[in-house]
């Protein structure tokens, strides 16, 4: 895994570079998720473990600039979840990268993969389903924190308000 702060994921959905700004610095890590049989096969377990690699440097860089612990809490429960998502549900994705950077007034991240572009869904699991609340999950976090998430292709992403102190 390596963490670079240069080139954007996605020119089509990465904020304009005159929105970077500190506090927040941009953050950039690639990771392998390995071949895919199709959606709901095994994970990978070296991708399985990346989750916890990325999520462990989010929290490394968000500490870093002082931003309120429930946001950064909350900032690597939705990296959690958004690159959960990529390495269980990427069809033929090889290689997956997060992007964490600041977008105005926003902290926004995105995560993307190499795999073949689908529309993530947001589910209504049962109660006794173990799988399925991640974008559920998301999408109320985001809400929490006055922001939005959505997808393009291959790449999710979400935005949380920074605290007026920090805008």
């Not at 609340?133 to 979400?158: D, M, S």
Request: net charge positive; aromatic share 2%; glycine share 10%.
């Amino acid at each position: 895994m390596s963490a670079q702060t240069q080139k954007p994921v996605s020119t089509a959905t990465a904020p304009d570079a005159r929105q970077f700004s500190l506090p927040v610095r941009v953050l950039e890590a690639s990771f392998p998720i390995g071949s895919r049989r199709g959606v709901g096969s095994m994970l990978n377990p070296l991708a399985a473990r990346h989750v916890g690699l990325i999520r462990a440097l989010t929290q490394q860089h968000l500490d870093q600039h002082g931003l309120p612990k429930s946001l950064v809490y909350d900032a690597v429960l939705v990296v959690s979840e958004l690159v959960t998502n990529v390495v269980t549900h990427s069809i033929g994705g090889r290689q997956a990268s997060v992007r964490i950077s600041r977008a105005g007034s926003r902290l926004r991240i995105t995560v993307a993969h190499d795999g073949a572009p689908g529309q993530p869904t947001v589910l209504n699991p049962h109660d006794d389903e173990e799988h399925g609340r991640g974008l559920r999950l998301v999408e109320g976090l985001a809400a929490a924190h006055g922001g939005t998430w959505g997808a393009e292709g291959p790449v999710t992403w979400c935005e949380l308000a920074l605290p007026a102190d920090l805008r």
